[in-house]
């Protein structure tokens, strides 16, 4: 029995290593006002989110544009922006939400990974949509 389960933990650990998603990361917006770290969303792991993890500006550490009023007190260091992404090929996640600190509103957006090593994130409304490319950290 023993050597059944040194047999099984060493086909483990000879087992390949899954490799991250080239989306997952710390990404610098476009402005460079702020980091968001990307990774699968708590609970689900087909899903991708984001989280803000850096803000440039100090005056800007509250969600003061929020739509909710109760929330125009929460910070925005750590909180998610970005939720429900599926990935529709390797690098490329759709069917997501994005929410604008900046503006309060929250966008359908989709993000892929370039070639370059860069990220475009796209939100939309209705049939319109608009592009920013973030860079790594």
């Given at each position: 029995?023993?050597?059944?389960?040194?047999?099984?933990?060493l086909?483990?650990?000879?087992?390949?290593?899954?490799?991250?998603?080239?989306?997952?990361?710390?990404?610098?917006?476009?402005?460079?006002?702020?980091?968001?770290?990307?990774?699968?969303?708590?609970g689900?792991?087909?899903?991708?989110?984001?989280?803000t993890?850096?803000?440039?500006?100090?005056?800007?550490?509250?969600?003061?544009?929020?739509?909710?009023?109760?929330l125009?007190?929460?910070?925005?260091?750590?909180?998610?922006?970005?939720?429900?992404?599926?990935?529709?090929?390797?690098?490329?996640?759709?069917?997501?939400k994005?929410?604008?600190?900046?503006?309060?509103?929250?966008?359908?957006?989709k993000?892929?990974?370039?070639?370059?090593g860069?990220?475009?994130?796209?939100?939309?409304?209705?049939?319109?949509?608009?592009?920013?490319?973030?860079?790594?950290?």
């Open positions: 029995m023993r050597s059944l389960a040194i047999a099984v933990g086909t483990f650990a000879a087992a390949p290593a899954f490799a991250a998603d080239p989306v997952e990361g710390e990404w610098l917006t476009q402005d460079k006002g702020g980091k968001v770290r990307i990774a699968a969303c708590p689900k792991a087909d899903r991708m989110c984001g989280a993890s850096w803000v440039k500006d100090p005056a800007k550490v509250l969600d003061e544009k929020n739509p909710n009023a109760a125009r007190a929460k910070p925005l260091m750590g909180q998610q922006v970005m939720r429900d992404f599926k990935q529709a090929a390797p690098g490329r996640w759709t069917g997501g994005i929410y604008d600190p900046k503006s309060g509103k929250t966008y359908d957006s993000i892929t990974a370039a070639a370059n860069t990220l475009k994130v796209e939100g939309c409304v209705l049939m319109v949509c608009q592009a920013q490319t973030w860079t790594r950290d």
